[in-house]
């Protein structure tokens, strides 16, 4: 069996996946410290909401990127 990889699913405005994974990582932590210094860059770009996957399962979220 291979390994599965953590990543983050991004979601619309609609709760709407959006689009395949863009980062794979190999473990929680370091999905979680790429994400402590990407989300703002995230929004800008639209991105509503993100999900941290470890491979099918849903490990939290859906976690919004909205101010305040």
Do not use: C, K
């Not at 979680?32 to 989300?39: G, I, L, M």
């Not at 509503?48 to 939290?60: H, P, S």
């Amino acid at each position: 069996m291979g390994n599965v990889a953590f990543y983050w699913r991004y979601q619309t405005p609609h709760g709407i996946p959006d689009g395949p994974p863009q980062e794979e990582f190999d473990d929680q932590a370091e999905a979680e410290a790429w994400f402590s210094t990407t989300w703002e860059e995230l929004r800008a770009q639209g991105v509503q909401a993100v999900v941290l996957m470890d491979g099918d399962d849903e490990v939290y979220g859906p976690m919004s990127l909205d101010e305040g």
